[in-house]
């Protein structure tokens, strides 16, 4: 059954590696290469989120060869607007690291 209190925040929706047809959510721009789960639940927190649940272990459904991550979050607000904030954190963070 489907659950309207929450939803579901996918790696793949972050990843600059992948074009939007394969599931990438947000612009270049607001993506980074190959993030991680860690990272994902990083700047989730970052931005203010609180996680529910989380998979390390699961694969996209239009990626069923590669592995992938999601975290779980209470809806707050609309699911791009939560994903802007996230990505927002994601870049900064991704960013400082390589200076």
């Known amino acids: 059954m489907k659950d309207y209190e929450h939803i579901v925040i996918w790696l793949d929706y972050f990843n600059k590696n992948l074009k939007k047809s394969k599931g990438r959510r947000l612009g270049i721009e607001k ?41 779980v979050l209470p809806k707050e607000s609309s699911k791009t607007k939560i994903l802007n ?7 900064s963070k991704r960013s400082k690291q390589s200076r």
């Not at 860690?38 to 998979?55: N, P, Q, V, W, Y």
């Open 85 to 91: 904030k996230i990505s927002e954190k994601l870049v």
């Open 31 to 71: 993506c980074v290469f190959d993030p991680s789960l860690k990272e994902l639940m990083d700047a989730t927190t970052a931005a203010g989120f609180k996680i529910t649940e989380s998979d390390d272990k699961v694969r996209f459904p239009k990626r069923p060869f590669v592995r992938s991550g999601y975290i």
